[in-house]
């Protein structure tokens, strides 16, 4: 697609919900990122992802946090039984390789864990 | 480790007046910098990129910056400030991997008075 688009725009969930976040990058662009957002935090690296491989997971707060991209495109983020810290706006961006392009960002999923 | 540090959390200027957001990063070799503008509910943009080369770059809205090693900085300026400038902006610098992680500043918020 044009740009970097990401499902939902917006979610609300219970503490203890699973939720999936999706990322749909710029057709072509091998490299995913995901970043969290928080208020007063700045970005967070979560998980990089160069095709279908996630070399890196080290960002990734704890192991309620997983992963997947598949065809080398599509990625969803997966939070397992939210908690309240884990608000956040998810950010998701994408670049044509990891020669420090510049990515491109997706304008992300809102969380709010209730 | 590399770091970014955004010393004015928030600053407002006069529509017209000029602008400058001070970046200053700390990285044991050659840095990548980049500079993002995120206006509310919105992704990040990519203004501006330093690679190599000439060390004034020139981005997008008219938005340019200085890259000056001896200072370590990468300060962003604007001439002429419009009220649609009205954001929060990001520095970033690579985190020196292979994988073109990019460190992200805890961003400025710029207001523009009338």
């Known amino acids: 697609g044009a740009g970097v688009s990401q499902s939902p725009s917006n979610k609300v969930t219970e503490k203890g919900k699973d939720v999936e976040l999706r990322c749909d990058p710029i057709?072509?662009?091998?490299?995913l990122y995901w970043y969290r957002q928080s208020l007063g935090q700045g970005l967070e690296f979560l998980i990089y992802?160069?095709?279908?491989?996630?070399?890196?997971k080290s960002g990734l707060p704890s192991d309620r946090f997983s992963a997947e991209r598949t065809g080398g495109s599509v990625s969803t983020l997966t939070i397992q039984r939210t908690q309240q810290e884990d608000s956040a706006v998810y950010l998701c961006?994408?670049?044509?390789?990891?020669?420090?392009?510049?990515?491109?960002f997706g304008s992300g999923t809102r969380l709010t864990v209730v | 480790a590399q770091s970014v540090t955004q010393p004015d959390i928030h600053i407002t200027v006069s529509e017209g007046a000029s602008l400058e957001l001070r970046c200053n990063y700390s990285?044991?070799?050659?840095?990548?910098l980049f500079w993002y503008v995120q206006s509310p509910g919105q992704g990040l943009q990519l203004l501006l990129k330093y690679f190599s080369g000439d060390t004034l770059v020139q981005g997008i809205k008219g938005f340019e910056a200085e890259f000056k090693r001896s200072q370590s900085s990468f300060n962003l300026r604007k001439p002429s400030v419009h009220w649609s400038d009205a954001a929060e902006y990001f520095c970033?610098?690579?985190?020196?991997?292979?994988?073109?992680?990019?460190?992200f500043g805890k961003g400025t918020k710029l207001s523009v008075k009338p």
């Open positions: 970033a610098v690579n985190d020196g991997g292979s994988q073109g992680n990019l460190i």
């Open positions: 990285y044991g070799a050659t840095p990548y």
């Open positions: 057709s072509g662009h091998t490299a």
């Open positions: 992802f160069q095709g279908n491989s996630a070399p890196d």
């Open positions: 961006a994408s670049s044509r390789g990891t020669h420090n392009y510049g990515y491109t």
